[in-house]
């Protein structure tokens, strides 16, 4: 099994930064690829970024140039650097790590005002 779970989630303004952590734990080597996936209220998850175990990175077109994914394989991270961050960026967004099933985190709360 593998365990995730999420970190950095806060409020900003429109046109601000966050950065949201994910330390994943447990059979490590198992882990395929790995993604930041978004829930706002009333709407599906949607898959905003992904990234394989070679480091190939993957985007929503709705996130394209403004957030980038990236994965320290020794620390068994993964980062979500979201900038010029919009009202509809506001979800909560969650970790998950790819190992036959996919394994999610508690999740961790973006909120952005206008």
């Known amino acids: 099994q593998v365990q995730v779970v999420e970190s950095g989630g806060g409020s900003v303004q429109a046109g601000g930064s966050l950065r949201l952590s994910c330390a994943a734990s447990?059979?490590?080597?198992?882990?395929?690829?790995m993604g930041w996936y978004r829930q706002a209220p009333g709407k599906e998850r949607e898959l905003v970024a992904g990234?394989?175990?070679?480091?190939?990175?993957s985007y929503a077109g709705s996130v394209k140039g403004r957030f980038t994914v990236s994965r320290d394989t020794a620390k068994n991270m993964m980062y979500l650097d979201m900038n010029s961050l919009e009202p509809e960026d506001t979800a909560v967004y969650y970790c998950?790590?790819?190992?036959?099933?996919?394994?999610w985190g508690q999740g961790t709360q973006v909120t952005v005002s206008s």
């Open positions: 990234i394989t175990k070679e480091g190939k990175p």
């Open positions: 447990g059979n490590i080597i198992c882990i395929s690829s």
């Open positions: 998950g790590a790819r190992c036959v099933l996919t394994y």
